[in-house]
């Protein structure tokens, strides 16, 4: 299956990105791709081009396009629809991590109380 993906290309610290057209199997480090539809650099304001045509002919014989590519695409207005979450969900704590942490902090206040209790007897009355 082909898909629409960055590849990153660029200097250390200095990141800029390719728009490829690549086999979904092949790694993004690989250097394989079919054709490269635009590039696109983060740390510049303006600084995506896209070949609108060619992205929207590919996309018309049902390539698929990342998360990431998706969402770049509609912000240049490229497709329309919703962006897609990219980031990953927060887990919520269970309740057996939460009441495992109830004796920790009592541990932590009993250990309090000793080195309170240390220092007083170390300070020497004057």
């Given at each position: 299956?082909?898909?629409?993906?960055?590849?990153?290309?660029g200097r250390n610290q200095e990141k800029t990105f390719r728009l490829v057209l690549t086999e979904s199997k092949n790694s993004t480090k690989s250097g394989k791709f079919l054709e490269v539809l635009g590039n696109h650099d983060f740390r510049v304001k303006n600084g995506t081009t896209i070949n609108k045509e060619r992205v929207l002919y590919w996309m018309s014989k049902g390539v698929k396009a990342t998360p990431t590519v998706h969402n770049l695409f509609i912000v240049e207005k490229i497709i329309s629809g919703k962006k897609?979450?990219?980031?990953?969900?927060k887990t919520v704590p269970k309740k057996e991590e939460v009441a495992a942490e109830a004796p920790k902090a009592?541990?932590?206040?009993?250990v309090a109380e000793v080195k309170e209790e240390v220092k007083k007897e170390?300070?020497?009355a004057a």
């Open positions: 299956m082909l898909k629409i993906r960055l590849q990153r290309t897609i979450n990219v980031l990953p969900k009592e541990v932590k206040a009993e170390e300070t020497p």
